[in-house]
């Protein structure tokens, strides 16, 4: 909430359980972080895309696809060589729980998988 401030009725609309929505509302006011100061030097673009990425609300949050489509990666964009995969990519350790996970684990695992698609590809 230091960054972005605080949430708005339609903020915390996502949020199913009454006492957090309480809790939130009682919240110390705060207004938004100028993103601005804090980073000198980033474009008002970078700014836009960062702001959206940070929205409280994740229903309100751009999707992956979205964001690589922000006017941001304009100069960088090669229409070309942007692929959509038509199949569902689904990792094996999707289904193992957060808790049960070190980081190093989920690295490993990742990597793998970039392995196995990139060897796919070729």
Do not use: W
């Amino acid at each position: 909430m230091d960054v972005l401030g605080s949430p708005s009725e339609e903020d915390i609309s996502f949020v199913t359980d009454e006492k957090a929505r309480e809790y939130l509302r009682l919240y110390p006011k705060r207004e938004k972080m100028d993103l601005k100061t804090s980073l000198p030097g980033s474009s008002d673009q970078a700014l836009d895309l960062l702001y959206k990425m940070l929205a409280f609300n994740p229903f309100l949050r751009p999707t992956a696809d979205e964001c690589l489509r922000h006017p941001f990666f304009d100069s960088v964009r090669d229409a070309q060589a942007d692929l959509v995969s038509e199949e569902e990519i689904c990792f094996d350790f999707d289904a193992v729980a957060d808790d049960d996970i070190l980081p190093s684990q989920l690295r490993r695992l990742f990597l793998e998988e970039v392995d196995y698609y990139k060897t796919k590809k070729q």
